[in-house]
């Protein structure tokens, strides 16, 4: 009988049956520790891509691993269903959004089941099913409660020809034109709805009590760019106040002139009718930019003067305010003070409109000659041409732990000119989306009652399906009669629903909660399910997700927690992010390219099994690197091999007492590493040590001379630590030899440390850091017995040439280094 490795044959077998026998449903157990493992959900384009492979294999070889560690494992799946490319399909094709969407995620199900994840579909959860965005509308509602949903006008990229907003992808080049009829787009200001992520700035910098990367801690603390200064009060000449917001308080006798964001309120008060016509200029060209472009540190400076003056409050000396694209309204009041001497970008402003300059900082090699200077003074001194905190020193620390900066707020506060203040770079979450594929915002404007939010009993707000798309994209929400036209819930009158949806980041802040119990009617998740399941456990994704959506689900998770929904701070306890497969041409996969690889054709040539194996073995998991075709060999061979080995007799001969030792160390050994490496995400190198054993087994094969209990230590072992990776030749191997159904429920096999433990061991010598002589010792040799052996060593001796050591340093068990 051929009983040859068929990997297309038995992967659907064991499909099926861990189907039919619910062998990955998760239900509470409450025996066990829970353990929640998430990756992140897929946006379902219609084609799962190595890359969805790359982050959710290794994702559940890690599951896995927990699983047979003796944890109660939930590990989820379901689509991050709504969103643009739906939309541009529908216009693109003729075809409705939600038939093109469902459609592409049951055809992603059949391919996320190839891969024989252990994902429970009972919990699966789809943000565009009413059953789900019903409940991203409670938690609308639920913030607005809160008072941390508010409606405001805010700029949004618009194409006049098209007459449509246009999302961040839609805006392409560098003269910003819109991608579907190339006219350039401008901003334009609409009423928008907005989250206060503002509020949980100081929370959002606390990342204690959580796992995560350096690199994600880091991006997130910049992208929130926590600012200590003060809020400083300027006047116009017309008596209006200009409040500014400034880091360095210290410089304000410095300050000789004013900038405003061009879309700041008081830009038409102060133009004067001299000016009207090259502001009006700058404006629209401003608008025209990204806010990106209008910061780049290495852009040449322009701007526009105002015809207008204000006052400085410290020294009541008159300066003039210019208008400039650099300064953004998102930041501080959108207007600043500047000080040219000892800020750079004020200081190519200044030296390009020939404004003055004051220094009011002196280095310790004496005061600044203005006229002299080729760039600003950003170092310590001592303050200058400062009124009353002239000769108080100036560090360069932050806050008020620079002298100079105490003084100057103390001074403030003291003349009532200005108060300590601590600003942030973060933005409130800006949610409205003028499209029709997302959740409609369940919002009703009633001419009396103004902004009214549905009532619970009337959610879900359904999208209709009756519409249609015109080819320039704008949402059909706004020409629906039936959908537009609704009454007031408080007093009855004719009002008009919201016709914005949401940000499809919205569905995405909690759909960990839902996938607790996907059909649970009473509120977005069964109580009892959170009890036991929450928080996450471990969440894997890309870093790529940082500054967006990391930071809302930490934000939606805090919200809940005010709500009384659950009672801990992070939705996350450990974060673990991957890298990203390459083409092999060491580039970005892409059509254009021709790089594109195509797992559904691996799998079909290889089994899931091997291409789950090479994806964990062929880089550093959170590094990633170029597809190698040749190099999915290798994890092949290791697959037959094993096959071979576990689905031949072993007929041992004449025992070798040394090898039987040799590879019940190895098999220990490899328990070990394999153990420590599925625990810190080393898939590469816990593959690795698989191969080693195989190479160890193999040999024993051949000489077939270990015990026949050391032989089935040895292969049962090897299809156990290599479960997790290849599920459905392990299970089959299993099965075959006799196991108890199934391998995937069995325990993580435990290493003996006197069986790992090495007889000898080898050390490296090295003499002036050059390695000269390998010690072979028995293990538990002391210190001053391996350095006596290496001093002794012939061709250490050669090369000390008579001379003593200076020193000789011995790293236990690994090296001996001695210094001439």
């Not at 020939?354 to 005061?367: D, M, Q, S």
């Not at 002239?390 to 200005?418: C, F, M, Q, Y």
């Not at 894997?540 to 929904?565: C, D, N, P, S, V």
């Not at 170029?626 to 290791?638: F, H, S, T, V």
Request: with cysteine; charged share 25%.
């Amino acid at each position: 009988m051929d009983n040859s490795y068929k990997p297309q044959q038995l992967e659907p077998k064991w499909q099926a049956r861990w189907a039919q026998t619910g062998l990955y449903r998760q239900t509470i157990d409450r025996s066990k520790p829970k353990h929640y493992a998430l990756t992140m959900l897929p946006y379902p384009s219609g084609d799962l891509h190595i890359g969805h492979w790359y982050a959710m294999t290794p994702s559940d070889a890690r599951a896995r691993f927990m699983r047979m560690k003796g944890y109660n494992v939930m590990f989820p799946m379901g689509f991050d269903a709504f969103g643009l490319p739906a939309e541009n399909a529908a216009i693109k094709n003729n075809v409705h959004p939600q038939k093109w969407t469902f459609a592409n995620i049951e055809r992603m199900r059949g391919q996320l089941r190839s891969m024989g994840a252990m994902f429970d579909w009972e919990r699966e959860a789809v943000s565009a099913d009413p059953a789900y965005y019903k409940w991203t509308q409670w938690f609308f509602k639920k913030l607005m409660e809160l008072g941390l949903a508010y409606r405001e006008k805010a700029a949004v990229d618009f194409c006049p020809h098209c007459n449509t907003t246009l999302a961040r992808e839609q805006v392409w080049g560098d003269d910003r034109h819109c991608e579907r009829c190339g006219t350039p787009v401008i901003k334009k200001e609409l009423e928008q709805w907005f989250f206060k992520t503002t509020d949980y700035a100081e929370e959002l910098l606390d990342f204690g009590g959580i796992d995560w990367p350096e690199r994600v801690k880091v991006m997130q603390t910049n992208w929130i760019g926590r600012s200590e200064g003060a809020n400083v009060v300027f006047k116009t000449e017309y008596g209006d106040e200009m409040p500014i917001f400034t880091t360095r308080p210290d410089t304000l006798w410095g300050a000789t002139f004013m900038v405003m964001a061009p879309e700041h309120p008081l830009v038409d008060k102060l133009t004067t009718p001299a000016q009207a016509e090259a502001v009006q200029a700058y404006r629209e060209h401003a608008q025209s930019m990204s806010d990106i472009d209008r910061e780049a540190a290495d852009r040449d400076k322009t701007g526009v003067f105002s015809g207008s003056y204000a006052i400085n409050p410290v020294n009541q000396a008159r300066i003039p305010i210019w208008i400039a694209d650099y300064v953004l309204m998102g930041y501080g009041f959108g207007a600043i003070m500047a000080v040219p001497a000892h800020d750079e970008r004020d200081f190519e402003f200044a030296r390009k409109f020939n404004l003055p300059i004051i220094p009011v900082i002196a280095p310790e090699t004496g005061p600044l000659d203005a006229d002299e200077m080729t760039a600003a003074y950003v170092g310590p001194g001592v303050m200058v041409n400062s009124g009353e905190i002239n000769g108080t020193a100036v560090s360069e620390d932050k806050g008020r732990k620079n002298p100079s900066i105490a003084a100057a707020i103390d001074w403030l506060v003291e003349h009532n000119a200005g108060e300590e203040a601590v600003n942030y770079r973060l933005r409130d979450w800006l949610i409205s989306r003028q499209r029709y594929w997302g959740a409609p915002i369940p919002v009703v404007y009633c001419p009396e009652h103004g902004a009214v939010p549905v009532p619970d009993e009337q959610l879900p707000v359904l999208l209709p399906e009756d519409v249609a798309f015109t080819p320039t994209g704008e949402s059909p929400l706004k020409f629906h009669e039936n959908f537009l036209h609704t009454e007031c819930p408080i007093c009855g009158r004719p009002s008009l629903r919201e016709t914005d949806t949401m940000d499809t980041f919205m569905c995405s802040s909690w759909y960990q909660y839902r996938y607790l119990s996907p059909h649970y009617e009473e509120g977005p998740f069964d109580p009892e399910e959170g009890a036991y399941w929450l928080p996450v456990d471990q969440y894997t994704g890309g870093i790529e997700h940082a500054t967006m959506h990391l930071i809302y689900t930490r934000f939606f998770t805090k919200a809940m927690r005010e709500m009384g929904l659950v009672d801990f701070p992070e939705p996350m306890l450990a974060l673990y992010n991957q890298g990203m497969v390459l083409g092999e041409d060491n580039e970005k996969m892409s059509k254009s390219r021709g790089n594109v690889v195509a797992p559904d054709n691996l799998v079909a040539q290889y089994g899931a099994d091997t291409v789950r194996t090479y994806l964990m073995f062929f880089a550093k998991w959170d590094q990633g690197g170029p597809w190698n075709y040749d190099g999915i060999k290798g994890p092949q061979r290791l697959l037959n091999d094993i096959w071979e080995i576990a689905t031949l007799a072993y007929e041992p001969g004449p025992v070798d007492e040394s090898v039987t030792k040799a590879l019940r160390r190895k098999t220990h050994q490899t328990i070990r590493k394999v153990t420590q490496d599925m625990e810190s995400f080393s898939f590469n190198t816990a593959v690795a040590a698989i191969m080693e054993l195989r190479n160890t087994i193999n040999e024993a094969q051949r000489k077939q001379n270990v015990t026949q209990a050391a032989w089935d230590e040895a292969v049962d072992n090897l299809l156990l630590l290599l479960a997790p990776i290849a599920p459905h030749i392990t299970e089959e191997l299993w099965a075959q030899r006799g196991g108890e159904y199934s391998i995937h429920q069995q325990a993580w096999p435990v290493w003996d440390e006197e069986i790992a433990k090495e007889d000898e061991i080898t050390i490296p010598v090295q003499v002036n850091g050059k390695v000269r002589e390998r010690l072979t010792v028995p293990a538990g040799t002391s210190d001053d017995d391996i350095k006596a052996a290496a001093l002794a060593a012939e061709n250490v001796q050669r090369h000390l040439d008579g001379k003593q050591p200076r020193k000789v340093i011995v790293v236990k068990g690994r090296l001996v280094n001695i210094v001439v």
